[in-house]
């Protein structure tokens, strides 16, 4: 059998049977996806602008700052207005963030554009993973959230492959097709997902409509912790990786081609790999892949030429496929149904916080100490982080079975 026969055996297997909603949204974050071009070439229009290396990292830290209220901001609508709602708010906004970025005259309004841009471009998210957990019955999640991330890393690949051409003719057209995507995203949403879409109502909750109802979760605030140490080390990827590449006096191209190999390895691996973990205990599951993810991270220490930085990619990369698995499905079992807004705006939050720390800690490592303890850091961290996940895999799988009034009793046992 061919391969690509096998990847659509895989896929009819694995991924069918999902609700008419779901591909609704899986589209259009598909769309969406391939369109964002601004932010991850933001450096480069910054540079195209005069802006200063300063001056830069200001701004980037405003982008991330911003990013850290956006998926509150997100959760807390998503459970009271609607999901659809806010997903429809979400994509609307980030369009005129992306234009008050493009006009901005200047760094101080360009870090305020910036900040505006991270927070209205992270509120859809947590939406539309609520969104999911409603439509999607709870042996399903799993296969649904997996999809998702699949689709994410090829609109991922699609956009890194366009945006590099199209910003060689003008950054305009980076900003230009990010809005249009957006708003078409908007479009799918408001034609494919009923306005009446059944979804849990909205309940009196003790200490207010906030985030308290995460914050007395005891199961919840240590998923958090231990997803913040691992998130942490996979962020590695994205700042770390590349100061090892260039301290080893590789070209930037390099780095290129480990971004390349990692969509091949997760748009190839994920159909297949799913399959094979479906059955398994979610969180043990999530416990391999944080151990993965450790251990390739940590091999990074060991590679000095192009071909060893490549095989430290398989290694981790098969480890965000294995994360990708149940990742999402995990914080939708933990959730109360009518909190599923903020649970998931919670976990996304962890993400933005890891993107702040991430490059912080790897910089001040490899300028103090030196990078080696930043490797072995990884790997130790990565460890500890999946025996540790492993102690919790009896709780949550007894809150996924519970029925909405025992959960209320679980979240504070």
């Given at each position: 059998?061919?391969?690509?026969?096998?990847?659509r055996?895989?896929?009819?297997?694995n991924?069918?049977?999902l609700p008419?909603?779901?591909?609704i949204l899986?589209?259009g974050?598909?769309a969406n996806?391939?369109?964002?071009m601004?932010v991850p070439?933001?450096?480069?229009?910054?540079?195209?602008?005069?802006?200063s290396?300063e001056?830069?990292g200001t701004?980037v830290v405003?982008?991330?700052a911003g990013?850290m209220?956006?998926?509150?901001l997100?959760?807390?609508?998503?459970?009271?207005?609607g999901?659809r709602?806010?997903?429809?708010?979400?994509?609307v906004?980030?369009?005129?963030?992306l234009?008050?970025?493009?006009?901005?005259p200047?760094p101080?309004?360009?870090?305020?554009?910036?900040?505006l841009?991270?927070l209205m471009s992270?509120?859809y998210?947590?939406a539309?993973?609520?969104?999911?957990?409603?439509?999607?019955?709870?042996e399903q999640r799993?296969k649904?959230f997996s999809?998702l991330?699949w689709?994410?890393?090829i609109?991922?690949?699609?956009?890194s492959a366009a945006?590099?051409?199209l910003?060689?003719?003008g950054?305009w057209?980076?900003?230009?097709?990010?809005?249009?995507?957006?708003l078409?995203y908007a479009?799918?949403v408001?034609?494919?997902?009923p306005?009446?879409?059944?979804?849990?109502?909205?309940?009196?909750?003790k200490g207010?409509?906030?985030?308290?109802?995460?914050l007395?979760?005891?199961l919840?605030?240590?998923?958090?912790?231990?997803?913040?140490?691992?998130?942490?080390?996979?962020?590695?990827?994205e700042f770390?990786?590349p100061?090892s590449i260039?301290d080893?006096?590789l070209s930037p191209?390099?780095?290129?081609?480990?971004?390349?190999a990692?969509?091949v390895?997760v748009?190839?691996?994920?159909p297949?790999?799913y399959?094979r973990?479906?059955?398994?205990?979610?969180?043990?599951?999530?416990a391999a892949?944080w151990a993965l993810?450790?251990v390739?991270v940590a091999?990074t220490?060991?590679a000095h030429?192009p071909?060893q930085?490549?095989?430290?990619v398989?290694?981790?990369s098969v480890?965000e496929v294995?994360?990708?698995v149940?990742?999402g499905?995990i914080v939708?079992d933990?959730?109360p149904?009518e909190?599923?807004?903020?649970?998931?705006?919670a976990?996304a939050?962890?993400?933005?916080l890891a993107r702040?720390i991430?490059p912080a800690?790897?910089t001040w490592?490899f300028s103090?100490?030196?990078p080696?303890?930043l490797?072995t850091a990884c790997?130790?961290?990565?460890?500890?982080?999946a025996?540790?996940?492993?102690?919790?895999?009896?709780?949550?799988?007894r809150?996924?079975q519970?029925?909405?009034a025992?959960?209320?009793?679980?979240?504070t046992?």
């Open positions: 059998m061919s391969t690509s026969a096998s990847l055996t895989a896929m009819e297997k991924f069918g049977g008419r909603p779901f591909w899986f589209v974050m598909i996806r391939i369109g964002t601004v070439f933001l450096v480069f229009f910054l540079g195209s602008r005069g802006i290396t001056q830069t701004i405003a982008l991330g990013g209220f956006g998926p509150v997100g959760g807390l609508l998503a459970d009271r207005i999901r709602q806010a997903v429809l708010i979400g994509l906004a980030t369009p005129a963030g234009g008050c970025l493009y006009a901005a200047g101080a309004t360009l870090a305020v554009a910036a900040a841009l991270g992270s509120i998210r947590p539309a993973s609520a969104l999911v957990g409603d439509v999607v019955h709870t799993g649904a999809l991330h689709g994410f890393n609109g991922t690949a699609v956009a945006a590099g051409y910003a060689g003719r950054f057209l980076l900003f230009l097709l990010d809005g249009l995507t957006c078409a479009v799918i408001v034609r494919g997902i306005k009446d879409l059944p979804r849990p109502a909205v309940v009196k909750e207010g409509a906030g985030y308290g109802v995460v007395r979760d005891r919840m605030l240590t998923h958090m912790g231990l997803s913040a140490l691992g998130i942490t080390i996979y962020t590695m990827t770390a990786i100061m260039r080893d006096g191209a390099v780095y290129g081609l480990v971004g390349v990692n969509a390895i748009i190839a691996c994920q297949l790999i399959g973990l479906a059955h398994l205990p979610r969180m043990k599951v999530l892949s993810i450790g390739g091999m220490g060991l030429r071909w930085y490549m095989l430290t398989v290694v981790w480890g294995v994360n990708g149940v990742a499905a939708t933990l959730a149904e909190a599923r807004g903020r649970y998931q705006g976990l939050w962890v993400w933005q702040l991430a800690t790897a490592l103090t100490v030196g080696s303890t490797w790997a130790v961290i990565g460890i500890l982080t025996f540790a996940t492993l102690r919790l895999t009896g709780p949550v799988a809150r996924a519970a029925t909405p025992e959960t209320k009793t679980l979240e046992a």
